[in-house]
């Protein structure tokens, strides 16, 4: 995009930009690679929670999808989707929206690791005759839920699943799903790659375990962006599930998955004032706009918001990177370099600050304004609420 | 409340919880110490955002009100309120919508502190025949923005405004506002009423120097939430700002200015799992509905994203605090002292997080579930984006 693009100069800031182009660019990159390796992808959609980014991310809806609430599995069923999986531990209270979901024809997968949770689904089933798909959720990184693939639980959670089947008409067990949320803490790509078949393993180790006991789950799931960016070998394995991949943010930069220039998002925001004692700079994009996640500067002496750039999207000195290294609500606080004066930029110049964690950022937003593949410009509104 | 109120525990999870009566509690407390202290309050809305809170805090809609974002300015005039202030320093871009809320009768005061934003409001002004009203905003701690009473910058810019007025028929510069954000890391009551004095007189400093040059702005504005509690001396102050007040947090109550009692915000959540090696309980709030701001224990060896409560409201320990050690997007995580086995708790069971920063953690909600006075169910609507 260049800064003569009238209609971004034009609305009121701060707001979100994504850039098409990029943004599908990163979509076929993942494409390509499952592609490669012969294995289906399953998209978390919960970055943007949006259908027209949706519709970038999975050219057929009846292709598989993820997703992190009630809100987003409704609103894509209602789309047209039709196979969904809900990744977050299911509680008896929300089995009702699920049901209604099933009974539009829709498959919705929910996970589980406990006995409770199974029995709830099981009573839910008999009670109102609806028929469960169910993952059991796998602990590869001891770093959230799920089970490990060693732990007897295991074993005794699928054989209840096998005698109190909540499916009359398919699998008692769908599949096995694990996500390495360690990947986030690794520091190299060799490190990203052990995370990657650890991953693999974990759920390839449990299906052997609930084999030797006679039962053969139907699905492998594993996966996260940086993992899946970097996994060479997925033998056994069903699908990968990445999320974060289709706009990329500083976290995966710094993490190495992708280049600056990959990053398909930004906040719009303008200059407000100054502090030209300190040679500060302020503009209208707080953490309501960045949101206060601090990424990978989270455990840093000097934490920052974003990477500020120039409203065409490159950052504003080669040598070093300029950050907004405060937020209140509204505002955001630039300290310059003493070689780039506060001065030297006008109240109401509009700049772009790259996210940190682009779920986060997405998510202090309503909607997103996109620069097309065209140039054109395009609303996209985000799936609110649970 | 009582943990047998039936709608609460048919709702999905997570979502954000105000007790109103805690809220009208807090609101009466401020509003009788300005009462006796003879000061207007302009309270700061930008908290809850939203219209039925407002009409808690605001018993006529004549009276002065304080907003963040363009965003509320448009609904609160919409809904009748007639004096707003917005708080952020004023961009050429935003003239317009501002414009647009005056030619509809409301007085909605404007904020700058530079040359630039008040040439572009005086060429806007002449061009559309608006009469503004501004506001200088004056620095009294060095946090952020404004200029200090001894900068020759601020008789420069009030010399500016008075030869090139905004207002046809009203007073070339409003008021003097001034907001003391350093009162946030205060560590005792003694340093927030040393702030506040600073804040007064900061105001007052600024008004001495451009009487001496013969100009009187009308107002003098101060407030945070910390110093409006424990400002003694009010001396020349024509208004005070506070927003936080209205429901409180965990920031509020560790500066000591409210009780745990008085914070009438919480999040209700939903037990969705155990990591039993490590007596971890997971639950269905995750950043996304408890914010990522630390508040207090941004600095802190262990931080945590708020304070555990059973759901009648009650700490989950009396002897110990037992926080949200760790959020991913959909999920919490709260590591259990040993004398609590995170078995005890129920997969579904409900708990309350109490906020770090109400401000942020209302951020991330579209609507709010209200426990009223008489012990009835509302929802109140948030005013959403910029």
Redesign the interface.
């Known amino acids: 995009m260049t800064a003569s693009d009238a209609w971004l ?2 609305l ?4 979100l930009l994504i850039d098409e182009r990029k943004l599908n660019r990163n979509v076929r990159r993942l494409q390509q690679r499952m592609a490669a390796l012969g294995c289906a992808l399953r998209p978390h959609l ?1 970055t943007l929670r949006s259908l027209p980014a949706a519709e970038r991310v999975i050219a057929n809806p009846q292709a598989p999808i993820t997703v ?3 809100a987003e599995a409704e609103a894509f069923v209602h789309a047209g989707y039709t196979d969904v999986l809900y990744a ?7 089995l009702t ?1 699920i049901a209604n979901l099933i009974q539009q024809g829709a498959k919705v997968h929910i996970l589980l ?2 006995l ?2 199974a029995t ?1 689904v099981y009573h839910y089933s008999q009670q109102h005759q609806v028929d469960f798909s169910v993952f059991i ?1 796998i ?1 590869c990184d ?1 770093h ?2 799920g089970l490990s693939p060693e732990d007897p639980a295991l074993i005794a959670l699928a054989n209840y699943l096998v005698a109190y089947p909540v499916n009359r008409h398919g699998p008692a067990i769908t599949g096995l799903m694990t996500h390495a ?1 360690g990947s986030y803490d690794t520091d190299s790509v060799s490190a990203i790659k052990q995370v990657a078949e650890a991953e693999c393993q974990a759920v390839r180790t449990a299906a052997t375990k609930l084999a030797a006991v006679g039962i053969e789950p139907l699905m492998l799931s594993v996966g996260s962006t940086p993992t899946a960016h970097f996994v060479d070998d997925l033998t056994g394995i069903t699908e990968v599930r990445a999320g974060v991949y289709t706009t990329f943010d500083l976290v995966m930069q710094q993490l190495g998955v992708c280049a600056l220039d990959d990053i398909a998002m930004s906040v719009v925001t ?6 030209p ?2 040679n500060w700079l ?1 503009i ?1 994009a707080g ?3 960045l ?4 990424g990978a500067t989270r455990n840093a002496q000097e934490p920052s918001y974003g990477l500020v750039c120039d409203i065409a999207g490159q950052p504003l000195a080669a040598d070093q990177p300029i950050v907004v290294n405060g937020v ?4 955001g ?1 630039i300290a310059l370099p003493a070689a780039i004066r506060c001065e030297q930029f ?3 110049q509009l700049l772009r600050i790259l996210p940190n964690h682009a ?2 950022t997405a ?5 997103y304004h996109v620069i097309t593949e065209t140039q054109a410009h395009e609303v996209w509104p985000r799936i ?3």
């Open positions: 100069t034009q009121t800031t701060p707001l919960k992190s609430t009630l977050v531990g299911i509680t008896p209270l929300k929206r690791d406990t409770a949770q709830a959720e602990d001891d959230r839920g949320g303008a200059v407000i004032g100054y502090n004692e300190k302020l209208d953490w309501m706009a949101s206060r996640d601090l209140n609500q509204e505002h606080v006008d109240i109401g779920c986060a998510a202090m937003h309503t909607h609110l609420g649970w």
